[in-house]
């Protein structure tokens, strides 16, 4: 693999020269902006080896910088290696940023080449803007990929298919109203919808086009005379079409958006999200463009009742899923059977799959056993894998997607003989965990006003984790959505009731041991004073966190009593759907805790 890098740069590098590129910036991304897309737009990928969800690569004639955040430093470490790229730790404060490296090594009027598909408007006004300060040139045609990549994978063609009202709580129509109301806030008569999530939310539409995500590849034109949906016209069968015109959508190719948004009339006013649409609309829209967020996001965020019942449902059949799993990843390793990382990732599917509602992972498992567990996004394959033995910690970060929800929830494992360092920072990364899980907040309050909940606790120790608290969580749709998240950095949007978040506080000892505690917490009105409207967290996953790696020693009896009321509940709620193997396994498993309990 490491030559054949090499030689995809050596082949970039002569395209470079050929056309006048002094640096090339290749970014993870899609013309839609995704986290995770299609095999087609693995670009960043292709020139580096490197296939975490984020990260830039930054080619020039003698060197080569890949930036990545601090979920992938261990990840990208290993997969840059002998490859003659650099890592660059994306967020430390040693690491320059891409546009001062850039101005650090580029004279003015040199010239970074970029394809203004792979940028947003955001992004590429930012570069341009920093670019300009220091003489250098942007050019936003260039295309790394064309003529070197053979054998390139196509844009998916796969059927699309309705996701039934019954699950989405609410009509096609009715969302492309609420929409079009919203941008008429902005003096826009229409939007561009780019965000592939986005479009699947508001046509009540999913698809198979991204693995794990059930989204599919194209854009969306809404107006108050008439919508279009620009699709590859393989994707769609006579039943979708008659649905689509049924909610005034027509449907064009994908490939004529752009001749399209460049054709609308000059007094349209077409409301764009900059941050996810691609820049090179810009020019194509030109005086027409109204750049806001989308109102897609918020409507999309917050789950409607419908929706937090399903959510509800999906939690119970993904609670039962791992009691199996996690008694058949026991029963294993107690008869001496071989049990791999990979073969956990296997269990754990196996079993979700049974239900007739689930239609995928919604992520590839992370099962990381000891010293694997401390790469935050870390994915076993045949190569890299542990065998898993009697002893150590286990991570693992899964979820599924059903047709009425998404589920993600990580759970830290004994397999045996925990030691007091496992157990103290378990403990640690718990009471975080419960602090975010029980608090009580102001409506209006933020994310990032709450995330020193979680970390409390490590800070105190000098610990911290570098990856983010809480993402929002999509309804069988993408399981990193926003806008709402709980991080260190500012976010804007506030917790709202109706939000899905995750709660999942960690702590990683490189080489040793990883320990990630994660649930998905519905935002909800907790009670109205004199000062104001309250929120609160209601935790609506369903399965119990390892007993045997609390040291109660360090435990407030709130916070004793937080663990055993939560699961009295996963115990209450799971049991009738269990065997009675199953039940009495789920009873041990959530043995109360008390402050003389000494596992």
């Given at each position: 693999m490491t030559n054949s890098i090499t030689h995809r740069l050596g082949m970039l590098r002569q395209k470079m020269a050929e056309t006048g590129i002094d640096m090339a910036l290749i970014p993870h991304a899609d013309p839609h902006?995704?986290?995770?897309?299609?095999?087609?737009?693995?670009?960043?990928?292709?020139?580096?080896?490197?296939?975490?969800?984020?990260?830039?690569?930054?080619?020039?004639?003698?060197?080569?910088?890949?930036?990545?955040?601090?979920?992938?430093?261990?990840?990208?470490?290993?997969?840059?290696?002998?490859?003659?790229?650099?890592?660059?730790?994306?967020?430390?404060?040693?690491?320059?940023?891409?546009?001062?490296?850039?101005?650090?090594?580029?004279?003015?009027?040199?010239?970074?080449?970029?394809?203004?598909?792979?940028?947003?408007?955001?992004?590429?006004?930012?570069?341009?803007?920093?670019?300009?300060?220091?003489?250098?040139?942007?050019?936003?045609?260039f295309k790394p990929a064309d003529g070197i990549w053979d054998n390139r994978p196509g844009i998916p063609t796969e059927k699309i298919f309705i996701h039934h009202e019954k699950y989405a709580g609410e009509s096609a129509s009715e969302k492309i109203r609420k929409i079009l109301a919203e941008a008429g806030k902005e003096n826009a008569g229409a939007t561009l919808i780019s965000a592939l999530d986005a479009i699947a939310w508001t046509l009540n539409l999913r698809g198979n086009d991204v693995k794990f995500n059930p989204v599919f590849t194209a854009f969306l034109y809404l107006a108050d005379g008439g919508s279009t949906l620009f699709i590859d016209e393989r994707k769609l069968t006579g039943d979708i079409k008659a649905y689509l015109a049924g909610n005034g959508v027509e449907t064009k190719p994908y490939t004529e958006i752009e001749p399209f948004i460049a054709a609308l009339p000059e007094g349209v006013r077409v409301l764009a999200d900059p941050a996810s649409t691609s820049s090179a609309f810009l020019n194509a829209l030109g005086s027409r463009i109204v750049t806001a967020p989308s109102p897609v996001t918020i409507l999309k965020g917050i789950k409607n009742p419908v929706q937090q019942k399903g959510i509800h449902e999906a939690m119970l059949r993904d609670g039962v899923a791992l009691v199996k799993s996690i008694m058949e990843i026991q029963r294993r390793l107690s008869a001496g059977e071989t049990l791999t990382e990979t073969g956990v990732?296997?269990?754990?599917?196996?079993?979700?799959?049974?239900?007739?509602?689930?239609?995928?992972?919604?992520?590839?498992?992370?099962?990381?056993?000891?010293?694997?567990?401390?790469?935050?996004?870390?994915?076993?394959?045949?190569?890299?894998?542990?065998?898993?033995?009697?002893?150590?910690?286990?991570?693992?970060?899964?979820?599924?997607?059903?047709?009425?929800?998404?589920?993600?929830?990580?759970?830290?494992?004994?397999?045996?003989?925990?030691?007091?360092?496992?157990?103290?920072?378990f403990t640690l990364v718990m009471k975080g965990h419960i602090a975010l899980g029980s608090a009580i907040f102001p409506e209006g309050t933020r994310g990032d006003q709450l995330d020193a909940f979680a970390r409390q606790f490590l800070w105190k120790e000098g610990k911290s984790y570098l990856h983010g608290t809480g993402h929002g969580v999509g309804h069988f749709l993408n399981v990193h959505e926003g806008p709402q998240s709980i991080r260190l950095n500012h976010v804007p949007t506030v917790l709202r009731p109706g939000m899905l978040t995750s709660n999942e506080p960690g702590l990683y000892v490189t080489g040793q041991y990883g320990i990630r505690c994660e649930n998905l917490v519905l935002t909800t009105d907790a009670f109205e004073t004199e000062f104001g409207r309250f929120l609160k967290f209601q935790t609506v996953t369903l399965f119990p966190f390892d007993i045997r790696l609390f040291d109660t020693a360090i435990m407030t009896d709130a916070e004793i009593e937080w663990v055993n009321n939560y699961h009295l509940r996963v115990r209450e709620s799971l049991t009738p759907l269990l065997s009675a193997d199953e039940a009495a396994w789920l009873a041990e498993a959530t043995h109360p805790l008390t402050k003389q309990n000494k596992p």
């Open positions: 902006q995704s986290e995770y897309m299609a095999d087609h737009w693995h670009v960043r990928e292709f020139f580096s080896g490197f296939n975490g969800s984020a990260g830039t690569l930054l080619v020039a004639a003698d060197e080569a910088a890949l930036w990545t955040d601090s979920r992938y430093f261990l990840q990208a470490e290993s997969q840059l290696e002998g490859t003659g790229i650099r890592l660059m730790k994306d967020g430390l404060p040693s690491t320059p940023s891409i546009t001062g490296y850039i101005a650090g090594r580029l004279r003015a009027g040199q010239r970074v080449g970029i394809d203004g598909m792979l940028f947003s408007i955001n992004a590429e006004a930012a570069l341009k803007s920093e670019l300009r300060r220091h003489g250098i040139k942007l050019e936003t045609n990732a296997e269990i754990l599917t196996h079993f979700r799959s049974q239900s007739p509602m689930y239609f995928d992972d919604s992520f590839g498992t992370i099962a990381g056993y000891k010293g694997h567990g401390a790469i935050v996004h870390y994915e076993a394959d045949k190569q890299s894998e542990y065998t898993l033995e009697p002893d150590g910690l286990l991570l693992i970060d899964s979820g599924a997607q059903y047709l009425d929800g998404t589920t993600d929830i990580t759970r830290t494992i004994s397999l045996g003989n925990p030691t007091d360092a496992e157990r103290h920072d």
